[in-house]
């Protein structure tokens, strides 16, 4: 069974960056989506940005020009690069992954890490 697993979380200041690693065991490029979700307690988990071969797709307007997705096949690892971070950005990160095509719908995604606090506070 293929394995995930985040790092990078912690505690950050308004404005500043973090970069998360999604480490998969197994990683393949082409036949996989990887997907980056956040969760706050109380709330659903969401979908916040998700790389395929077919590129790059954003699920929040509020992570545009902020954040973006790099590939490091060396350490067969997905990377969340955050920038500019502000309070609503306060979560914890989990990193999953699908065949094919990528999909906000979390129910669509069969694998997970374990999730990374990201917490914004000044």
């Known amino acids: 069974q293929v394995q995930l697993k985040e790092s990078g979380g912690g505690l950050v200041q308004p404005g500043g960056s973090l970069t998360l690693s999604c480490i998969i065991d197994?990683?393949?490029?082409?036949?996989?989506?990887i997907g980056w979700f956040r969760q706050v307690p109380g709330k659903v988990r969401e979908g916040v940005i998700c790389n395929s071969r077919h590129g790059i797709t954003y699920y929040l307007d509020s992570v545009k020009g902020r954040f973006t997705m790099s590939k490091d096949h060396t350490k067969s690892a997905v990377n969340l690069h955050m920038n500019n971070l502000n309070l609503e950005d306060t979560a914890v990160y989990y990193c999953?992954?699908?065949?094919?095509?990528?999909?906000?719908?979390?129910?669509?995604?069969?694998?997970w890490g374990q999730g990374t606090q990201v917490i914004v506070s000044s």
């Open positions: 197994g990683f393949t490029e082409d036949y996989w989506a």
């Open positions: 999953a992954r699908r065949l094919g095509r990528c999909s906000d719908n979390k129910d669509e995604y069969r694998a």
